[in-house]
Nanobody, 124 residues
Framework: VQLQASGGGLVQAGGSLRLSCAAS????????MGWFRQAPGKVREFVAAISRSGSSTYYGDPVKGRFTIARDNAKNTVYLLMNSLKPEDTAEYYC??????????????????WGKGTQVTVSS
């Protein structure tokens, strides 16, 4: 599966952005989907994951209560709605897909496919 993230940009602290990740192929619904981010000089960090059906979600502690992950299987797209953005949210954001059967939270330890990132910059 090929993944392409979009929707990044420059936003002031406290603002909102919605990222989208479009997937190619007809098997999108067979993958758990996730978002990760990487700031300059830091390791890649898990942000959020959503199950194949969209019924389950899992979030990294830094974004709980502020970010929401959602998916539309008819459109082969996963979204990340980011509210109350902080300067420390500044990073390149990547979407990912995982077809293995495992607990949703384990997605943070490895995925099958990565997409190209989209830059999010939050100014103070």
């Amino acid at each position: 599966v090929q993944l392409q993230a979009s929707g990044g940009g420059l936003v002031q602290a406290g603002g909102s952005l919605r990222l989208s990740c479009a997937a190619s192929g007809r098997t999108f619904r067979y993958y758990d989907m996730g978002w990760f981010r990487q700031a300059p000089g830091k390791v890649r960090e898990f942000v959020a994951a959503i199950s194949r059906s969209g019924s389950s979600t899992y979030y990294g502690d830094p974004v709980k209560g502020r970010f929401t992950i959602a998916r539309d299987n008819a459109k082969n797209t996963v979204y990340l709605l980011m509210n109350s953005l902080k300067p420390e949210d500044t990073a390149e954001y990547y979407c990912a897909a995982d077809g293995r059967m495992k607990p949703l939270g384990d997605m943070q330890y490895g995925v099958d496919y990565w997409g190209k990132g989209t830059q999010v910059t939050v100014s103070s």
